[in-house]
């Protein structure tokens, strides 16, 4: 029973309100982050929510891994690589790996849950602080 590690549990990490910084039409909200100990060695597995407005299209080039998962809303997606938009909606998953290259977009308004493998870049505004390092072993009282 010794091997066994406790879960982590964050309560209250809403999207809803997640206000978008001045002259931008979509944000990332890192709410957790867990600094992991893999056969790889040491990486950080965050996640977070994805918000996005109707305006320019957002450029992305992935240089760690992510699964997004939509909520609310649409989230438009144009994979470089082949030229196809995807019209993702509430239930549709993407996943981006390393060195893929996407625009973002939208008509209206999306939401989307996220996991990547990078650190916290952009704390959610409720949940700053929020990191773990599983690699160092917690004392027990």
Known sequence: MSNLVPLTIVKGAGFEHIPLPNGENATVADFHTTRTKTSDGPTHVTSGFYKIVAGPARPAHYTFEEAKYVLQGQV???DEA?????HLVPGDYAFFPVNSKVQFSTKSEGFAFY????PVKTPHPNLQGREEDVTKPKSRL
């Open 82 to 86: 082949t030229g196809v938009t995807h």
């Open 76 to 78: 438009d997606i144009l």
């Open 115 to 118: 996991v990547v493998t990078r």
